[in-house]
């Protein structure tokens, strides 16, 4: 008996899915262009011993973060609403980790907001600096410790409904903070293939009780800058974006060019020197990450 059903990718391994739908969890095999996060229509076979998925197609999405490499362009995670920037004092984030992950979210349609982690270690004046040019900037920050569970509760109200990435350099306390908000240890999740054997999931998607859903996958942690376009940079540092629109040429390059409102706005202080210096560095591919 052939039955259609629709659900969400909740885990991804290498050849193989598994698709949450309303009554259970389900096997299928994956299908090109298909990543956790997605709603997908399933067609249900039965065999003689369990139930598989098979994939007929997927739901619009309302956003993706994409891997680009020159034309050709690949998505690690579908729906995500917003991205958890982790910034710690130990090991100590970069403001460019920070800029590099607002330009990623604003070029895919997603909130960014920054998660002021390990708030039980001591802060220097510089680190209290760094997050003061983004609480200018009005980007959300959370301040909490995951470590002692200590306002994790703001977060998760913060997180109702939403589907969400954490990202962070390696040390920040992404796995910390993940396994305290869905209250189990995070484990590699396997499923077993027909022979058995079990293989390791690439991409996990878990689900709260106030339906947060959280993204963990290793391809969205690892996404470098390099492929976006210079529109798609500047327009991730909203308020240099908006000061290029009164620079008196309109092919100002922001660097040179006499009469640009960004270069006398930096002077003024009103643009923060980091910020600026991270846009030129990305626009001009000066970059590795
Ligand atoms: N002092 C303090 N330490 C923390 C806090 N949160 C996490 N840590 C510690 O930081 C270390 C790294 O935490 P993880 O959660 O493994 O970091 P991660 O971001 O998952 O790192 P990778 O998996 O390597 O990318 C662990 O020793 C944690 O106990 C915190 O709020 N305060
Ligand atoms: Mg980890
Ligand atoms: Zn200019």
């Known amino acids: 008996m052939e039955k259609l059903q629709s659900g969400l ?8 899915c598994l698709v949450r739908t309303v009554n259970e969890d389900i096997k299928c095999l994956a299908i090109k262009n298909i990543v956790v996060g997605d709603i997908v229509n399933l067609e249900l076979v039965q065999d003689s011993k369990e139930t598989r998925g098979i994939i007929i197609s997927k739901e619009p999405r309302t956003s993706f973060l994409q891997k680009r490499e020159g ?30 992950w607002l330009v990623t979210a604003s070029s895919s349609n997603i909130v960014p ?40 509760e703001e977060l998760k109200e913060y997180l109702r409904a939403k589907c969400v990435v954490f990202v962070g350099n390696s040390g920040a306390g992404k796995s910390t903070l993940t396994t305290k908000l869905t209250g189990k240890h995070i484990k590699t999740n396997m499923l077993s293939n027909n022979q058995g054997v079990h293989t ?13 859903k959280i993204i963990d996958s290793p391809g969205v942690r690892d996404l470098p800058i390099s492929g976006l376009s210079s529109n798609e940079i500047i327009r991730g540092f909203a308020e240099i974006y908006l000061s290029s629109k009164d620079c008196k040429f309109s092919d100002c390059n922001h660097v040179v060019n006499e009469g640009c409102k960004v270069l006398s706005k930096l002077l003024d202080g009103e643009i923060n020197e980091s910020r600026y210096n991270n846009f030129i560095k990305f626009r001009d591919g000066d970059v590795d990450g």
Do not use: C, M, R
């Open 71 to 100: 034309i050709k362009s690949k998505a690690v995670a579908a729906n995500i609403s917003h991205v958890g920037i982790l910034v710690t004092p130990e090991p100590s984030t970069s403001s460019e980790f920070i800029d590099k």
């Open 9 to 16: 990718v909740i885990e991804f391994y290498s050849n193989s």
């Open 200 to 212: 390791t999931s690439i991409s996990t998607l878990y689900e709260l009780d106030n339906q947060t």
């Open 113 to 152: 907001f920054i998660i002021n982690n390990k708030t039980d270690l001591d802060q220097s004046p510089d680190y209290k600096q760094k997050l003061q040019i983004y609480k200018d900037l009005d980007i959300k920050i959370i301040n909490l410790s995951a470590k002692n569970n200590t306002n994790t």
